[in-house]
């Protein structure tokens, strides 16, 4: 059996993260849970005031990892 995973990273401000995470994580949690992708978001920096994060997606099928990006993009 081969498993394919797809994975790719992006660069998102702030703002996007907030609303990709949601109140107390559930809408990153419902993400995942749909899509059955790995979803992650850097830590916000405590040291340096940085404006972006960095989002990770990957998984097993291309279709999950689209869906994941429709999400976050639409």
Partial sequence: V???LVS???IVPNSTAGMIIGKA???IKQ???ESG???QISQ???ETNLPERCITVAGKHLSAIYLVYL???S
């Fill in 8 to 10: 790719g990273e992006d």
């Fill in 71 to 73: 999400t976050v993009y």
């Fill in 31 to 33: 993400i995942k849970e």
């Fill in 2 to 4: 081969v498993v394919c």
């Fill in 44 to 46: 916000k920096s405590k």
């Fill in 37 to 39: 992708a790995y979803v």
């Fill in 25 to 27: 994580g559930n809408y």
